[in-house]
T-cell receptor
């Protein structure tokens, strides 16, 4: 399995500010995925972070709003920029270490924007 | 039409009951199918992959019908610990970047 540490686990932020979420994996992985889970809803992929190249964003998500860094094969950050209450959600980091379809998730970062 | 749809739930069943969840997907080119389990306020975890021939893991049985674009999950002899949300996940391949998560079906097993 893969062990993923994600922080912060939760935060309460003021609108207009930005928050960076960190994700550390205990093994080297090619791709790291960032998901959003809005209250009472399922998971939506925000972007895929590849080491050494720009992240690939899904429809409806843009780099200016969700900049991502991937400095090495075990670490990534997701920033939620210029936050509004609509950004209140759980953000999850995920990896598929063997490319076999088994995703391992971090415990998530629960963000509340006031 | 949503890409992956599931029974809306919630399902409230007594211990020992058998319960079945259904999932349909819209993209006929989908190649990989999974059931994930998400406990309250926790991250999702893989329950089982779903193969064309169907597969069974203890009390859990998953079936795939490609012609009807339909996936099912059967839980026999429900336990209190089975209470969770069950997420149907469909992928264009086996790589996580092409996975689509269904909205989930919540199960509560009652004593």
């Amino acid at each position: 399995s893969a062990v993923i540490s994600q922080k912060p686990s939760r935060d309460i932020c003021q609108r207009g500010t930005s928050l960076t979420i960190q994700c550390q994996v205990d093994s080297q992985v090619t791709m790291m995925f960032w998901y959003r889970q809005q209250p009472g809803q399922s998971l939506t992929l925000i972007a895929t972070a590849n080491q050494g190249s720009e992240a690939t964003y899904e429809s409806g998500f843009v780099i200016d709003k969700f900049p991502i860094s991937r400095p090495n094969l075990t670490f990534s950050t997701l920033t939620v920029s210029n936050m509004s209450p609509e950004d209140s959600s759980i953000y999850l980091c995920s990896v598929d270490p063997w490319g076999a379809g088994e995703l391992f998730f971090g415990e998530g970062s629960r963000l509340t924007v006031l | 039409r949503k890409e992956v749809e599931q029974d809306p739930g919630p399902f409230n069943v007594p211990e020992g009951a058998t319960v079945a969840f259904n999932c349909t997907y819209s993209n006929s080119a989908s190649q990989s199918f999974f059931w994930y389990r998400q406990d309250c306020r926790k991250e999702p975890k893989l329950l089982m992959s779903v193969y064309s021939s169907g597969n069974e893991d203890g009390r859990f049985t998953a079936q795939l019908n490609r012609a009807s674009q339909y996936i099912s999950l059967l839980i026999r002899d429900s336990k209190l610990s089975d209470s969770a949300t069950y997420l149907c996940v469909v992928g264009m391949d086996n790589y996580g970047q092409n996975f689509v998560f269904g909205p989930g079906t919540r199960l509560s097993v009652l004593p």
